[in-house]
């Protein structure tokens, strides 16, 4: 008998894709977004997953040694798919044989750096490859014959003092035919890889697959959603945890609300205003789980978000100097009916001006109407009457004003004018 030689390795057969640099935008298969193709726990999981739904089936089975590939563990292929369909559209030759640095992933999906990140990620290469799917998705009538994984093998590089050199895996055929088929591609939120739940996870990317960026949204039932997930959790405590992620809105780019409608319970599934843009060509200011940046009283330019501010000029020139009569100094043509001319005064009514901005940009302060008699800053303006032979606009500014109230009861205590010298 002749001894069985060892399979070949598939990467002598392919040629490498080298990863120059991690900096892609997240793209995601669509076939993988809706469909139970990963366990959303992250114990071990060893109960196979089996999905109908008219002509599509899946089914995912696992090995007790590692345990079926978790959706944490799909990040990997999420970001492989990404870097292919970038390279491709530089025009550069793509292939299964992806040869890169883990630092490139780990960094890409939001991951440490540590020694930890790096024993977690051969944790996931071990599930990617030990999990076996099955499933009619592009495939024909002899599905049942075809059988894969999501990583047929990969390998970690090294140096002699064991310094990690790099890592190589070998994708699927049937993911990397849907990867290159540009109509079976969808750009996600990066956002998405910050969610820390596995349910949460799942759904948004059924919500992108489905809702996408229809005003409407789409409508999915409790019972419905329970079935797709390939969740093990009871109906009942998969709809509170539903109940639970419609409190908390943790999806990015869209809005989930509760409805019922003929004793059914339904999930609505909106996008927001910023997944208008997100994840794809930047034509416009585009951010993640936010509402649409906008401005406020901005005319002419876009840093003008608030109204005029205080300033320490005055909008009008200031009045020639009065060198023919002492009597009327510019001390008090300046003024205006109802102001205060008292140099104190003067001081105080510019710290009065220092409420309105404060009051724009703080909506908790008070109006100014409300705080102005509690504040030692602040003083209303003085109103004076005309009592005497002087005229008004004089006495009205010496009545306001106590140091010229005081010179001129002395003056008359003297037996001087105001004009004496």
């Not at 093990?232 to 509170?240: K, M, T, V, Y």
């Not at 909008?315 to 002492?326: A, E, R, V």
């Not at 140099?343 to 008070?366: H, I, N, Y």
Request: include cysteine.
């Amino acid at each position: 008998m002749s001894r069985l030689r060892p399979p070949t390795s598939e990467r002598t057969n392919l040629d490498p894709f080298v990863v120059a640099t991690g900096d892609a935008s997240p793209r995601d298969q669509r076939d993988l977004m809706e469909r139970p193709f990963f366990s959303l726990a992250k114990t071990k999981r060893i109960v196979p997953i089996r999905y109908a739904a008219g002509d599509v089936r899946v089914e995912v089975f696992a090995v007790p040694e590692h345990g079926m590939a978790t959706i944490w563990d799909a990040d990997v292929l999420i970001w492989a798919a990404s870097q292919i369909v970038e390279a491709e559209n530089h025009g550069l030759v793509t292939s299964r044989f992806l040869r890169f640095t883990p630092y490139q992933l780990l960094t890409a999906t939001g991951r440490g750096t540590g020694i930890r990140a790096y024993d977690l990620l051969k944790g996931a290469l071990d599930r990617l490859q030990s999990t076996s799917i099955r499933t009619t998705i592009r495939h024909d009538k002899h599905w049942r014959r075809l059988q894969f994984s999501w990583i047929n093998e990969w390998e970690l590089l090294t140096r002699h003092d064991g310094r990690v050199e790099g890592m190589e895996f070998v994708l699927p055929d049937w993911f990397y035919r849907g990867v290159i088929d540009r109509t079976l591609v969808l750009a996600i939120d990066p956002a998405y890889f910050r969610l820390t739940g596995g349910l949460e996870r799942w759904l948004y990317r059924v919500a992108r697959k489905h809702a996408g960026r229809q005003a409407e949204g789409w409508r999915f039932e409790f019972s419905h959603l329970h079935k797709k997930s390939g969740s093990l959790a009871r109906p009942s405590d998969f709809a509170l945890q539903m109940r639970r992620l419609i409190l908390r809105q943790p999806l990015p780019g869209y809005r989930l609300a509760r409805e019922i409608e003929d004793s059914r319970e339904l999930l609505h599934i909106r996008p927001t205003r910023s997944s208008g843009a997100c994840g794809q060509n930047v034509e416009a200011i585009c951010t993640s789980h936010a509402s649409t940046i906008c401005t406020s009283n901005a005319r002419g330019t876009v840093l003008r978000t608030h109204g005029s501010q205080l300033s320490l000029w005055h909008d009008t020139p200031n009045p020639p100097l009065n060198f023919n009569n002492s009597f009327e100094s510019n001390l008090f043509i300046g003024a205006h009916p109802g102001e205060n001319s008292c140099r104190g005064a003067s001081f105080r009514e510019l710290a009065q001006g220092f409420s309105d901005p404060f009051q724009e940009t703080r909506p908790d302060f008070a109006s100014p109407e409300q705080t102005s008699p509690l504040n030692p800053l602040v003083s209303e303006p003085h109103r004076s009457t005309n009592s005497g032979n002087l005229p008004s606009r004089t006495l009205s500014r010496s009545a306001d004003c106590p140091l010229t109230a005081r010179n001129h009861r002395l003056s008359a205590k003297n037996g001087r004018g105001p004009n004496h010298d």
